[in-house]
């Protein structure tokens, strides 16, 4: 079982940087697929972007491509997400979650542990 801590968030003015991190307990965390989704309000949570267990396997959504990044270290439990050249509409909840296995996925319902979602609001 993998639980997903996730800090970061804040204010930041559009064009600015945050750095979202995740510390997931559980000694499994290795195996697990890693990912960062978000949900604004009145909307559905919608997919950032995932990692597999190894860099070199990941996927953004079209959106975040090219502004965002993740990377993770296993041997620190932790995936990081490093958002750059941030939008107002980028405002939402940040999650993070673990799915078991290999296979890099963009589905919420393919994940099965989730982080507590951390804000970050951009300002225009």
């Known amino acids: 079982q993998v639980q997903p801590v996730e800090s970061g968030g804040g204010l930041v003015q559009a064009g600015g940087s945050l750095r979202l991190s995740c510390v997931a307990s559980?000694?499994?965390?290795?195996?697990?697929?890693m990912g960062w989704f978000r949900q604004a309000p009145g909307k559905e949570r919608e997919f950032v972007a995932a990692?597999?267990?190894?860099?070199?396997?990941?996927d953004y959504a079209d959106s975040v491509k090219g502004r965002f990044t993740i990377s993770r270290d296993n041997a620190k439990n932790t995936v990081i997400l490093q958002m750059n050249s941030l939008k107002p509409e980028d405002t939402a909840v940040y999650y993070c979650?673990?799915?078991?296995?290999?296979?890099?996925?963009?589905?919420?319902?393919?994940?099965?542990?989730w982080g507590q979602g951390t804000q970050v609001t951009v300002s225009s």
């Open positions: 979650a673990a799915a078991a296995g290999w296979r890099v996925r963009n589905s919420p319902d393919d994940y099965d542990y």
């Open positions: 559980g000694h499994t965390f290795s195996v697990h697929v």
């Open positions: 990692i597999g267990w190894i860099g070199g396997s990941e």
